[in-house]
């Protein structure tokens, strides 16, 4: 993974790195919660965590405008906490309780918010893809502005249908930012062991869609490069591929022997490159934030996170009579 190009003293703003740094620990003690949830038996199926990967999602919801759309795959919970859903109608998701997003009926993997125009939430590697183009498309025939931000993995990238994706996309300008998170992994496979091509953003000049590679632990070049493709996209130009170079830090699931790696490289990329820590030395450094500045904020947000997994907790089972509905559209969805 490349080093990190921002220099140890930024221009971005004191509200701005607060901001970052909030919402990044937001998403890291959240997913911490689940995975002790997971272990306590309070959330069934799969539970796939976002830790490492925060400084992806919270730098490009920092490019994104009001009514910007955002479609990920089942590694989602951080992708629904930066646009603004509610921590604890997520976690009443993922422990399978009424109050969730789904009626406790989506689970991890499959919620949706209309209101902050998130699109979910998909466990089918890749077919998130096309959704996006789709979304987008539906944007450009209403004539509005608007950007949808679509997430996939490494693993995704090698797929069929985005290379179709990519080729309708540009065919037709759709606004719309293909997102890879290179996390390096596609569960136990990596990179390396699965495409002579690793440079996932060069393919799309095979389409004559422009890209970018950016360093995806460094949340203010993510931010940066985000601001340059939405750009892009609004003023009419077609999609634009961003490769963000990230790192997983917990196994691919909940289940996950981890053989694939070894100890040291999970450590050494923590200890070197985390996201968190960086934003943490650009406040203290540019004497934003005192420490106990900062333990505050850690404590405020270890509340929000608490909170929800108590209002999880108390939230009811769907009853059983749930089983038959949302199945079938009762009436035609009205025009947004
Ligand atoms: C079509 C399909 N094939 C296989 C799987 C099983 N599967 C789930 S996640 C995954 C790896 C995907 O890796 P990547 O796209 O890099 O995303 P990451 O998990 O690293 O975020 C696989 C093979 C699936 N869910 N769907
Ligand atoms: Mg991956």
Not at 65 to 87: I, Q
Not at 184 to 197: H, I, L, N
Not at 322 to 327: A, Y
Request: net charge negative; proline share 3%; glycine share 10%.
């Amino acid at each position: 993974m490349a080093t990190r190009k921002t220099p140890a003293k930024s221009n971005t703003s004191k509200e701005d790195l607060l901001h970052f740094y909030r919402q990044m620990l937001l998403i890291r003690r959240f997913e911490e919660k689940a995975g002790q949830l997971y272990g306590m038996g309070l959330i069934g199926g799969f539970c796939h965590l976002y830790i490492g990967q925060e400084a992806v999602v919270v730098g490009l919801e920092a490019a994104a405008d009001e009514g910007d759309k955002r479609v990920t795959s089942y590694r989602d919970h951080g992708h629904m906490l930066a646009c603004g859903m509610d921590p604890k109608g997520v976690m009443a998701e993922l422990t399978g309780r009424r109050d969730g997003y789904s009626k406790g009926k989506g689970g991890s993997m499959h919620m949706f918010s209309k209101e902050k125009h998130f699109y979910g939430g998909h466990g089918i590697v890749g077919a998130q893809v096309p959704i996006g183009a789709g979304l987008a498309l539906a944007d450009k025939y209403k004539g509005t502005d608007r950007v949808t931000f679509t997430y996939f993995g490494d693993g995704a990238a090698n797929q069929g249908q985005v290379a179709e994706t990519y080729n309708m996309a540009q065919l037709w300008d759709l606004p719309v930012v293909f997102v890879i998170e290179n996390n390096q992994y596609a569960m136990g496979t990596s990179v390396k062991r699965s495409t002579r091509s690793p440079d996932f953003w060069e393919r799309g000049a095979a389409y004559g869609i422009k890209g970018e590679a950016v360093d995806g632990m460094d949340v203010l070049a993510v931010k940066a490069a985000g601001e340059k493709a939405v750009a892009h996209c609004r003023s009419g130009k077609g999609p634009y591929i961003l490769e963000v170079m990230t790192y997983r830090y917990r196994g691919h699931s909940m289940s996950d022997p981890a053989k694939y790696r070894t100890r040291e490289e999970v450590q050494k990329i923590r200890e070197e490159r985390d996201a968190i820590e960086h934003v943490r030395e650009l406040l203290l450094q540019g004497k934003h934030a005192t420490d106990d500045e900062l333990k505050a904020i850690d404590k405020e947000i270890k509340s929000i996170v608490n909170e929800a997994a108590e209002f999880a907790k108390e939230s009811p089972e769907p009853d059983v009579s749930e089983l038959w509905t949302d199945i079938y559209a009762e009436e035609a969805p009205q025009e947004a």
